[in-house]
């Protein structure tokens, strides 16, 4: 089993390919529902707090704005656990998104700098284009590796 | 300087010339022998770097940025340096910038400079970091003295306090620290206190270098052999007290004005950051908090040590808010030892906030400057990054000892 972060970061579909391939997602979804059930924080609605933006100082400097790096403070860690990456280019709001393009510039490309098996693929725009776009991902994920590496 | 030759730099940016600053980085080019140059890149390149470098830039001007970053790295653009600028508070410039810098730091041996520019700017503002960029490129063999030999001397006319060294065979014989008043009053005091300290007359003086805010001032006068500015002068100053001379190091100078956070590799500094928005985040706030708690700088750390930075909340971002939450804090009935921790811990906060990204930290961390003296401020900063911190003997004469080191390449030469 491998760790894929998926791009767009919060992708339903992608996540659940990830999963029925019998890898572990990588997505934004999870991590904010543990922000979101912390307990004890009180800065809702996502419970991030000043320290977030703090934090995301690992991934951009401090002249890049709070809310990059606060957002990155989600999804940085998930950058350095991941060992594959699946990006979907050009895809459309209800496939997934993130809402700030600075966000996904930096995303995109520490996912890219680092060394791991990346597939990046255009999002489909015709039912072809959508079968081929399904069997490119299904193979990808099929050439990881299936067990636990530990 | 005008000796040597000519230094190209790469100007690396995304529309300076459109920020009303180019003549201001033509001119401080200039007055350190460098020239400013374009690199070379194919235009088609510009359709692909997106992609070939990673960062999808919706800016057309970064990309720009990137296929140069790519041409110097690739060796299509024959460069001794580059300055890598684009303006403040452009938030995806900021992030290009960073990861340009980081890229020709990892994959060539050009030493690089980075800065955000802002129609202000002076050419004054750069002279100190596009004076190191030159000397690294060009003076190596310089930096790479090991040992001081001879008698020596160094002054390090600094924002706040002047020192001056006389060394001998690798050993201080003489010190001076007096308070900057008179640039070279100060620094006449501060030699004058050294040269009787070590029982020797001005004339037997191989060779003297200076460095600081009054390095050409204070050089002049005393006809310097050496006048360089502080990032090389420290950070070889720093690695040859803390006697890290060879591999990575660290080195952190707290400084009266500004602070200076520097990568160095075998003596030689890599990636550096001069930062200090406000003095909020240098020497002058600690000297404040003393002031305003009664007590002298000197015993500032000693007290901070004692006392739990958690029970105040300080912010230094600004020196007038620092103050502020200082004064509100006391007048709730801190404990001054609380206070003194407090404004350890927010100055070293905002280093580690503002510059340390900025630059690979590797251990040793060597922390240098007057500030590195008051006790509090290395225990901060140790907790902050959970490493281990360095404070060399004399590190408060940093840039003394490193310019009587310099220097005595003039004695042999």
New interface residues.
Partial sequence: MAKVIIYPINSLILSDLVERFGHKPLAMMEKIKEKVNTVGVDSPPLNITAEEP?MG??Y??????AG?RGRMAIVGPMIDEAEAAVIVNEASMAFGCMGC??TN??T??LI??KEIPILEVEYPRSEEEGQEFVYKIAEFLKSLPPEDKV | MTKDKQVKVALVSCGSEYAGVQGELEKVAASVNAKLIFPEIDIASLDTIGRDFGIEAASPDLRLMMARAQAVVEGLTDVDGVFITSCFRCAEAAIVRNEVRRYINKHSNVPVISYSFTERTTAATLMTRMEALTTIAKRKHLLAREHQTGLTAGIDSGSTTTKAVIMRDDKIIGQGWVPTIKVIDSATEAFNHALEEAGVKAEEIQAIGTTGYGRFLVGEHFKAQLIQEEITVNSKGAVYLANKQKGPATVIDIGGMDNKAISVQDGIPGMFTMGGICAGASGRFLDMTAKRLGVEITELGALAVKGMQEKVEMNSYCIVFGIQSLVNSLAKGSRPEDVAAAACHSVVEQIFEQQLQEVDVKEPLILVGGSSLIEGVPKALSDLLKINVLVPPNSHLIGAVGSALLASGFVED
């Avoid at chain 1, 951009?60 to 704005?65: G, L, S």
């Fill in positions: 703090k100082l690992k951009a400097a401090v002249e890049v704005p990059v393009a600075r510039e930096l995109k490309y890219r700098k």
